[in-house]
């Protein structure tokens, strides 16, 4: 049964090593992101699964232990989902962790989060709504006390700067999953159109409906800790419990 809840964007921004001179500018998200996964941790989760946005080579579960770099955006950082057991051996290094997942590891890692095992889940965007509810169901029922820590930025068309440029139906679109996460809303959330989210390059949406599924009877309470579009891209942070 789903406990727990944390939402955070995963730009690898966030990392500050891969932001550089930037790096103060998300100062007020990454803070945000340690009060939610506090929020984790505080539940006492039997397991917690990060859930998040993947292309095709990162979708599907990784092990606790899967490593993810950053080394593509000119930074040599590794990071690890949690600490590897070891019966659990060395991870494939074919099933490097998606972007999603590493900024999440980082996350949990500046945490030194140690409250219980860790798993992840990368989740590809054309996902359909229904596939993305019973995956969370799935993951839901799983442990007697599930978390889960769900990564995903909102859209990407807030402004002319932004990778999307610039989509008027975009600010709409951010306040109400914005609303939903805040009041953990389930209904709102399964409801999201999938296809305005692709338009809207809210990369957000499946692993939001995947947390939708898990929660469906948890009777969660939420709070939105932080709302922002810096870059033009829509970045939100909840904590559910």
């Known amino acids: 049964m789903l406990v727990a809840a944390a939402v955070c964007p995963c730009p690898p921004l966030l990392v500050p090593e891969v932001a550089a001179g930037a790096a103060p500018e998300l100062d007020?998200?990454?803070a945000a992101c340690s009060d939610a996964i506090a929020v984790l941790a505080a539940s006492r989760p039997d397991l917690l699964v990060v859930v998040g946005p993947a292309d095709r080579s990162g979708r599907g579960p990784h092990a606790q232990g899967a490593r993810g770099s950053f080394r593509g955006f000119g930074v040599d950082l590794d990071v690890t989902l949690g600490e590897a057991s070891p019966e659990q051996g060395a991870p494939?290094?074919?099933?490097e962790l998606p972007t999603s997942l590493a900024v999440g590891a980082w996350l949990l890692g500046r945490t030194k989060w140690s409250a219980a095992p860790v798993e992840g889940l990368g989740v590809g965007e054309p996902l359909e709504p229904?596939?993305?509810?019973?995956?969370?169901?799935?993951?839901?029922?799983r442990a007697d006390?599930?978390?889960?820590?769900?990564?995903?930025?909102?859209s990407a068309c807030r402004t002319l700067k932004a990778p999307g440029y610039l989509d008027d139906r975009a600010e709409g679109f951010d306040a109400r999953v914005a609303e939903a996460l805040g009041a953990a809303d389930v209904a709102a959330l399964k409801s999201l159109d999938a296809e305005l989210a692709?338009?809207?390059?809210a990369a957000g949406r499946a692993p939001w409906q995947v947390l939708a599924g898990a929660a469906e009877g948890?009777?969660?309470r939420g709070a939105l800790l932080f709302d922002d579009a810096p870059y033009g891209v829509g970045y939100l942070v909840a904590a559910w419990s």
């Open 28 to 30: 007020a998200a990454r």
């Open 92 to 95: 494939e290094p074919e099933r």
């Open 218 to 220: 948890a009777d969660l």
């Open 130 to 141: 229904e596939r993305c509810i019973r995956s969370g169901e799935g993951i839901a029922a």
């Open 198 to 201: 692709y338009e809207l390059k």
């Open 145 to 154: 006390r599930v978390a889960l820590l769900v990564m995903g930025d909102a």
